[in-house]
Nanobody, 124 residues
Framework: QVQLVESGGGLVQAGGSLRLSCAAS????????MGWFRQAPGKEREPVGA????????IYADSVKGRSTISRDNAKNTVYLQMNSLKPEDTAVYYC?????????????????WGQGTQVTVSS
């Protein structure tokens, strides 16, 4: 069992930056690939990116590529999503998710555990 708690969301002006954190419980955090997803009001959940269980491989959605970086610190059981040059269309609830072993994935159905989400609002 893995419990995930996101933090770091908030209100930011367009062009600004935020770093989201996802803290995981459990001693096997390093065995999980971690993903970030987001869901805007009235829209379906979409992938933001993901990182492999060792941190050596990352993938990003085209919408955030070049503006976002996913990293992890297995010693702290935490994964991060650094977002720069934020746009109003980045406004959403951001979720982290854990996928046991395997490669990072864009597909939410591949993930075993989800956090409750953190709100990110980007004002124009």
């Amino acid at each position: 069992q893995v419990q995930l708690v996101e933090s770091g969301g908030g209100l930011v002006q367009a062009g600004g930056s935020l770093r989201l954190s996802c803290a995981a419980s459990g001693r096997t955090f390093s065995s999980y690939a971690m993903g970030w997803f987001r869901q805007a009001p009235g829209k379906e959940r979409e992938p933001v990116g993901a990182i492999s269980w060792r941190g050596g491989s990352t993938i990003y959605a085209d919408s955030v590529k070049g503006r976002s970086t996913i990293s992890r610190d297995n010693a702290k059981n935490t994964v991060y999503l650094q977002m720069n040059s934020l746009k109003p269309e980045d406004t959403a609830v951001y979720y982290c998710a854990a996928k046991f072993l395997g490669s990072p994935s864009r597909y939410g159905g591949d993930y075993d555990y989800w956090g409750q989400g953190t709100q990110v609002t980007v004002s124009s």
